[in-house]
């Protein structure tokens, strides 16, 4: 058991980082360490999730990354996740999206070989990042490889009867098997004539398939892939590419995606996120910023709060279960000592003036 004593700063942030094409409101700060983190020298956080790149990454890649996160996240861009659920998720598991400079070089090997977390459900190349053709297909993978993440490390779990990958498990495995003609463990060959989703990678198991599936509808609903040239490029894989595609072939997986319950994100990334303009979190149209550091703590440092607004503070904390262990409400330029914890991670939740910040914090 250790004391807790963190240092929370929230300030007034001008960092704005306008792009070629993008205006990105988020700040780079150390890379928490961790097995398999301490190769990462770039981190920018986003709502308590992870975007960690290696050295020669450009700056400009690693905002972009973190700017389709947010979208994915708070797809209306009001400053607030739009599902406090999969948040929750997210940070408990400690989601986080790494980026490497190349396929299987020396970095990526020494993460996979030492990295402990569940967080991980794809990884990023620098050179499948264009932040001037956001998601679209064959130029920027970074929608698709941060919607598996969210996907698979967050909605899986929070809506298992939805979006469970094994077969015969949940709403997705069950239109799954319709789109593709039938339920295969292995690629079929052919796949059935009926069949509108038909995936030929062989390194792809049924779980794979799902989260592909998955995928494939969501930009499909989004209009990331309805244009000729992507339409036919791809083709061999997924026949429905446009919305209206979507909603006639596919009834299963439409209504699966649209259904409000689930909160998916139903507009396409731009890889721009700048909530109401401002850096970081809102409140009452403020530009403020959260940080937190160091992180991991240990048991010699303090939280201090500090607002660019007048008013308390609600500061509330919660273990990895979900379980609420603090809640108290603070002023400005406060610190507080919160009681003893385990070493893990926890979760907290900041709220001033109905606006709310979601995080993360390492106690060792």
């Known amino acids: 058991m250790k004391d807790l004593i963190l240092l929370c700063v929230l300030v007034f942030s001008s960092s704005l980082f306008s792009l070629a094409q993008n205006t990105v409101c988020f700040d780079f700060s150390p890379p928490p360490g961790g097995p398999g983190l301490n190769l990462f020298t770039k981190y920018i956080d986003v709502y308590g999730c992870g975007i960690y790149a290696e050295s020669s990454v450009s700056d400009e890649k690693v905002l972009h990354a973190a700017a389709v996160f947010a979208e994915l996240l708070d797809n209306n861009e009001d400053g607030t996740v739009d599902d406090p659920a999969l948040l929750l998720q997210l940070q408990n598991n400690g989601a986080l999206m790494p980026i490497f400079a190349a396929d299987n070089n020396a970095a990526m090997n020494t993460f996979f070989n030492t990295y402990e977390g569940d967080g991980v459900a794809a990884v990023l190349w620098q050179t499948e990042i264009d932040p001037t053709q956001t998601g679209h297909w064959g130029a920027d993978a970074t929608v698709e490889e941060i919607m598996h993440t969210i996907n698979g490390v967050g909605h899986v779990n929070v809506y298992p009867e939805a979006f469970n990958l094994e077969p015969n498990s949940s709403l997705l495995s069950s239109a799954m098997d319709v789109a593709r003609g039938g339920q295969f463990m292995s690629i079929p060959n052919p796949y059935p004539s009926e069949a509108w989703y038909h995936y030929d990678d062989f390194t792809c198991d049924y779980k794979c398939m799902a989260i592909e599936y998955l995928y494939w509808m969501q930009v499909s609903n989004m209009g990331i892939l309805d244009d000729p040239q992507t339409c036919n490029g791809i083709a061999n894989e997924w026949e429905p590419c446009s919305q209206s595609l979507l ?14 319950q689930y909160k998916l994100p139903q507009n ?97």
């Open 247 to 260: 909603q006639t072939m596919d009834l299963l997986g439409y209504e699966l995606i649209t259904d409000p």
């Open 268 to 364: 396409a990334p731009d890889g721009n996120y700048c909530p109401s303009g401002s850096s970081g979190v809102i409140i009452n149209d403020v530009k403020m910023e959260l940080k937190i550091f160091p992180n991991p703590v240990s048991n010699d440092q303090l939280i201090k709060l500090a607002s660019s607004v007048e008013g308390p503070i609600l500061v509330q904390l919660y273990a990895v279960d979900g379980e609420l262990i603090y809640q108290d409400k603070h002023q400005n330029n406060t610190s507080i000592n919160i009681a003893k914890l385990s070493s893990g991670t926890y979760s907290y939740t900041l709220t001033a003036q109905a606006e709310v910040k979601n995080g993360k914090i390492i106690v060792q």
